[in-house]
């Protein structure tokens, strides 16, 4: 076979050798049967008579060429053809079974260089060049649809003269798809591609292309020790917190951002938290570690450090007054502060450099056109992670954000995801689209459900939840408690603390509904009051439920309370039942729930704490506590009792601070409050000192 070098690309055919009649009548029709016709019968290309019997003219088409003479030649040998190539051909191709290689060396610690090429007789041909040239050529239009016109896809080497190496188009596509996303349009150093170690996982996707790919270098990181928790850490890691942490460690160690997506009450901030510590312990905390959370769960943040690792020294950038914090920024080990203030103090953050970024209720930048997101972005830090049960709450566009601030580029532009991704699941319920896009995100996502780790869960873990009241909000709280500790220190003195029951009763009821949502006190000041914190942690503590397809149970103590947390949900559109006192058919709501009616189940402590079997439900949350343990008890195992399969969960919201938190004390220290301090029997037990610290202020 040969080819002609004229305007035109063909394939040659000359017969040689004895042929009889029949034979070469045999060989005739073979050939012409693979679309070559004899040379004679065409006036073109006449002057190559004698030289061949039979040609094909591709009209120019090198890959139509290349494919001819890649399904051709294999099956006139099989068939025992001897075929010669002359050296003036130009497709000289390289069968598909040609094995494939990727070396990935490390270039300084944060970055490496990726080579991916061809083994032929036993020389590496580097095909990074080729196939980069193809992304700058055809870019987003290199479909697989678009490739899909010849059987094969033909990569010109470089090997001095002219060859191909002959692919079927899928493996171009996914090949060329995975580099499509590396490539940052910066020339090739040496034909290799240079790529931070963040991007290591594209090893993983290569590999998964070709099961024989040849890996060489693809560990870069220092190989970690054995995972052991930290010296400092004050408290007991189950399984698979211990795995969370060493997977945080690996993540760590390669650069890559990553986000925690377990299940609510599997303990993220804690697997966080001992990350730090082992950072610290390690010697690699030489810049601080920014904390970025709501506002509500800033004190709930620095408390949970001082808990379970005291050794890590905080600092707090939050409050009217942070720029006398600013010197104590340089000696802390966490810096801890809120999404709003992140965005307002732009220049206090731009000036600091970080080792570690940890974004919690991460779902806060879900909006790449927020100012959060645009802040967060803005940070100088070597790692980020993210912590939310809630990675994508109503669009995949959420989840390209996330990844635009913990790995940019990861998942291409954000036009890019929207045709690749987006588009093809959310309108075209595209299986295939869906099953890609769960790969290329595998590496940088840990997300584990409560029902997965079961076995290292107690059958009922009871939780606390802490909220921080801000603005007007704590305002109001400070007022009332002002006035109310002044008449009940007056009462105090004058009837002893029996006497003044039901003044201290009364304030407390004050300050517990302030908590709650200012809209529950009868004060005039309360009605200008919009904030209320507890209510906005109740709301995305729902949220992450029901992403995770959990059902959940609301208990209240205060009906009106519950009225206005239905009325949120109306407006939200979220499926839910409430019970009451006023509740005249409480077994038909209960059914409802049990079948998967309703997501959310409103209920009245007093109305709906015991008699009721809701075992649909594995989340229980005790919007306002019960002093009384027992009776709050008895309402969680509304959810806790024969028929349950799965692991329950128990929160309590408590306001940080406040008469919530500090009757919870009383209960951890004085047992005989079991009764409940708003039984009145209760309040005989406690002194005037213990009645005093009920009121003190939120700060104190």
Request: aromatic share 6%; charged share 25%.
């Amino acid at each position: 076979m040969a080819s002609d070098g004229a305007e035109h690309i063909v394939a040659m055919a000359t017969l040689k050798g004895a042929l009889d009649a029949e034979a070469e009548d045999r060989a005739r029709r073979l050939l012409e049967g693979f679309g070559l016709v004899p040379i004679d019968s065409l006036e073109d290309f006449a002057r190559l008579s004698g030289s061949a019997d039979y040609i094909v003219d591709l009209e120019g088409d090198i890959d139509a060429l290349c494919s001819f003479s890649a399904l051709v030649v294999p099956r006139l040998r099989k068939l025992g053809w001897n075929v010669d190539i002359d050296d003036r051909y130009l497709c000289h191709t390289v069968g598909e079974d040609a094995p494939w290689y990727a070396t990935a060396d490390a270039d300084g610690p944060s970055w490496f260089q990726l080579e991916l090429g061809i083994e032929l007789n036993g020389q590496r041909v580097n095909i990074l060049p080729v196939l980069v040239d193809l992304i700058e050529r055809d870019g987003e239009r290199l479909s697989l649809k678009a490739l899909e016109r010849h059987r094969h896809r033909f990569l010109a080497l470089p090997l001095g003269g002219t060859r191909y190496l002959a692919v079927p188009p899928e493996r171009v596509a996914q090949v060329v798809k995975v580099l499509f996303e590396l490539y940052n349009r910066e020339p090739l150093l040496e034909g290799k591609l240079r790529l931070p170690k963040g991007r290591m996982p594209v090893i993983d996707q290569l590999a998964s292309i070709d099961d024989e790919l040849s890996l060489e270098g693809a560990s870069l990181a220092t190989p970690l020790p054995p995972f052991e928790p930290p010296k400092g850490l004050r408290a007991t890691l189950r399984p698979y917190q211990c795995e969370g942490v060493a997977w945080l460690e690996e993540a760590c160690e390669r650069g890559n951002g990553v986000i925690l997506a377990d299940d609510m009450g599997l303990g993220k901030t804690l697997q966080t938290i001992t990350h730090l510590l082992l950072q610290k312990e390690r010697g690699r905390l030489d810049l601080p570690v920014l904390i970025v959370c709501p506002t509500s769960l800033v004190g709930n943040w620095q408390r949970e450090i001082a808990q379970f690792a005291p050794s890590l020294r905080t600092a707090l950038w939050h409050g009217a007054k942070r720029a006398k914090q600013r010197p104590e920024l340089a000696m802390a080990d966490v810096i801890i502060t809120s999404y709003p203030l992140l965005v307002r103090d732009t220049e206090t953050f731009g000036s600091i450099a970080f080792a570690e970024m940890v974004l919690d209720e991460a779902q806060a930048i879900k909006s790449a056109r927020s100012l959060a997101h645009k802040a967060v972005k803005q940070v100088i830090t070597r790692h980020r992670v993210a912590l939310t049960g809630t990675p994508v709450e109503n669009g995949l566009d959420e989840l390209w954000a996330l990844f635009d601030v913990l790995q940019p580029g990861w998942l291409g532009s954000a036009e890019t995801f929207r045709n690749t991704f987006q588009y093809p699941i959310e309108k075209l319920r595209s299986d295939t689209a869906m099953a890609a896009l769960r790969e290329r995100i595998r590496p940088f996502i840990l997300r584990r459900m409560k029902s997965e780790v079961a076995k290292d869960l107690p059958p009922k873990t009871e939780l606390v939840r802490t909220v921080e009241l801000e603005g007007a909000q704590r305002d109001l709280y400070e007022s009332i408690r002002i006035a109310a500790h002044e008449q009940v220190r007056k009462a105090v003195r004058d009837r002893g603390v029996s006497g003044a029951a039901i003044d201290i009763l009364d304030a407390l009821l004050k300050l517990r509904q302030v908590c709650c949502d200012p809209r529950l006190v009868s004060v005039p000041a309360a009605r200008a009051v919009r904030e209320s914190a507890k209510l906005e942690l109740l709301h995305a503590m729902l949220d992450e439920a029901r992403a995770s397809k959990q059902r959940v149970l609301v208990f209240s103590q205060f009906a009106t309370m519950l009225e206005l947390i239905s009325k949120d949900l109306k407006r939200r559109e979220t499926p839910h039942a409430i019970l009451t006192g006023a509740t005249v058919d409480r077994q038909s709501l209960v059914e409802q729930f049990q079948r998967g009616e309703h997501d959310v189940f409103l209920i009245s402590l007093k109305a709906g704490g015991t008699g009721l079997t809701l075992t649909a439900a594995e989340t229980v949350i005790h919007y306002d506590p019960w002093w009384n343990p027992a009776v709050q008890s008895q309402a969680t195992d509304r959810a806790y009792r024969i028929g349950q399969t799965k692991p329950v969960f128990a929160f309590n919201l408590v306001v940080a601070g406040s008469v919530e938190e500090r009757i919870l004390g009383l209960q951890r220290k004085k047992r005989e409050l079991a009764d409940g301090v708003l039984s009145g029997s209760a309040l005989r037990s406690l002194s005037a000192n213990e009645v005093e610290s009920l009121f003190d202020p939120l700060d104190a």
